[in-house]
């Protein structure tokens, strides 16, 4: 029998990663006419680990899931470029409110002057479509004072650019809220606390929130504020969110600009009072948990080597000291 060596190449494989191979012969008998099989000993080698991953694209986007009625990209006054997004919503005509608000942020975002404080229709959406509150609140429009027009991406965080600050109060940025022991406490404290994660123009965040109005598979009641006689509200029976959540990711990136490593939280709430005092870290839940009960696949365009492990972590302490 001949003696020497045998090369391969192989492809597309993971990086940090253990392959094990074992090599064979196959040799022709010509006195029996089969083939007689010589089989080499187990042998592994192991790949090099990666030194970071580049990104999909926007860090912040849940994946598309085919159920939006209308999804939308809003931009600075800088003009459509990737640098100056503002916010991506996915809006639901159902529900006259978006899903999911996703949008990055900065230190740069939240420092400045802007302060539009004007609700109006967002643009591209028949006014029809979006809820009657532009120039009133719910308590003329519906009767009801105890909620406020909610803001999903917050005027707070997009300080930097006129332009970006009036977007914040389009209609469909907003959903009925109540105000005193939710909007302007527990949920108003989340806001401030994830703003207070970055300083500067290079420290970001990436952000996605919304309401549920029932849990994956669920039978929630959902109840409705109703348009107060003679305001002709739009729409006369107005839904309201049992829940509301939040998920944040965070990542490191190498000189190259690839990911080397990523960690999320997420936050999931009824909607109700909650008493002084309460803390909104007593309500972490994992990103995995909100994709359960939202049915959307958040931060799809993380890397899968990382996003899976990222998922799992329902700690705020965690995710702070990340």
């Known amino acids: ?4 060596s045998i090369t391969a190449s192989v492809s597309n494989l993971a990086g940090g990663t253990t392959y094990y191979y074992r090599a064979f012969v196959a040799e022709y008998n010509q006195s029996t006419g089969l083939y007689d099989y010589r089989y080499g000993s187990v042998r592994s080698f192991t790949t090099s680990a990666p030194q970071g991953y580049p990104a999909a694209g926007w860090l912040e986007l849940p994946a598309s899931t085919g159920a939006a009625d209308y999804v939308g990209t809003l931009y600075g006054s800088g003009g459509e470029t990737e640098e100056n997004r503002n916010y991506t919503f996915n ?12 949008y ?9 002057s802007a302060n539009t404080n004007s609700w109006n ?22 009767g009801n004072s105890a909620y406020s027009r909610g803001h999903q991406c917050p005027d707070a965080s997009r300080k930097s650019d006129d332009t970006m600050n009036s977007q914040t109060y389009y209609a469909t940025n907003q959903t009925p809220q109540l105000q005193d022991k939710f909007n302007a406490s527990i949920w108003s404290s989340l806001e401030n606390a994830v703003r207070g994660l970055v ?3 290079s420290d970001i965040v990436y952000v996605v929130t919304g309401p549920a109005y029932r849990k994956a598979g669920g039978s929630e009641t959902i109840n409705y504020l109703t348009g107060a006689a003679g305001k002709n ?3 006369a029976q107005l839904p309201i969110a049992n829940y509301y959540w939040k998920a944040i990711l965070k990542v490191k990136k190498n000189g190259a600009g690839l990911i080397t490593s990523a960690q999320t939280v997420g936050f999931w709430f009824e909607h109700r009072e909650y008493e002084k005092g309460d803390s909104y870290a007593n309500y972490c839940v994992s990103v995995n948990q909100i994709e359960q009960w939202t049915g959307f696949d958040l931060f799809t365009n993380l890397p899968d080597e990382l996003e899976e492990a990222s998922e799992t972590n329902a700690s705020w302490a965690t995710f702070q000291s990340f």
Do not use: D, E
């Open 1 to 4: 029998m001949a003696s020497g």
């Open 91 to 102: 809006y639901s005509y159902t529900y006259y409110a978006s899903m999911w608000v996703a």
């Open 104 to 112: 990055p942020l900065t230190g740069a975002h939240k420092t400045g």
């Open 121 to 142: 229709y967002y643009p591209n959406i028949p006014n029809s479509r979006q809820v009657s509150i532009t120039g009133n609140s719910y308590g003329t429009m519906y």
């Open 199 to 201: 300083s500067s123009a």
């Open 233 to 235: 509200a739009n729409p």
